[in-house]
């Protein structure tokens, strides 16, 4: 019995290794077939030379509220040279620790721009300008649609009323809290979901982030871990049931 026992433990542990290495496996190669097509595409020419460096990122997630800032973008383009414009970037990076004063207040802002990152379950819905013009704008019969009225204005998307941005904001916190419910759980998909999201908002306060919209990304983690502690709020929910009705 205690040799089947631990067998069955065993046989437990190699299968939950073989999915979390299959898993890994199938992002490595995804990811590499999917920079293979890109490299290798033939639609669009690619000049390399005028790519953005990481650094570029970094320092721009360090101002203001660490989102989008355009004098960056206006310095890297003037910068024809690669390392140049690299080493521009280096030298922002370091003015701009210099410039926090102290440790603490480097940390007071990753705090606020992890809020930031986090606050809206709108995700910047409309706020970046007119991005979505419907063919029939002035068709009265779509526009009276209940998704037409809940997601745009006169068939537009844009910053809505307060009362589609309240139901938004309100599930996002279902959403967030349902996540902390696996905050326990032990099993290796929570923890691979826990830390792919701890990895995805580390990145944010790293670069360009400041703002909801960039969750986005990895928007299905959340959705995911969000599910599982769903279900497990459920269950206690049961529990609690299931004694009171036999006391």
Known sequence: MITTGL?????????????LLLTVIVLIVSFGCIKFTINNQKFIKVDNSKSEPLTHFVAMGMIRSGGYHLPDVQMDARISNPQKRNQANIKLIKKRL??????????????????????????????????LKPYSSNNKKLNDTFARKMFSKNGVAAPNDYEYMFLVQFVWIIVLFMCLMCVTNSSWIVQLLKYGI?????????????????????????ILLSGIGFEKFIDILNTKSSNTGVN
């Open 198 to 222: 701890v990895g995805f908002f580390i990145f944010l306060l790293i670069f360009e982030g400041g703002r909801s919209r960039y969750v986005i990304q990895f928007l299905s983690l959340i």
């Open 98 to 131: 210099t410039d926090f004063g102290s440790p603490f207040n480097y940390e007071k802002f990753l705090i606020r721009k992890q809020i930031n990152n986090t606050a809206d379950g709108t995700f910047a819905w409309g706020v970046d300008g007119i991005f």
């Open 7 to 19: 067998s069955n433990i065993r046989y437990k542990k190699d299968f939950k290794v073989s999915q």
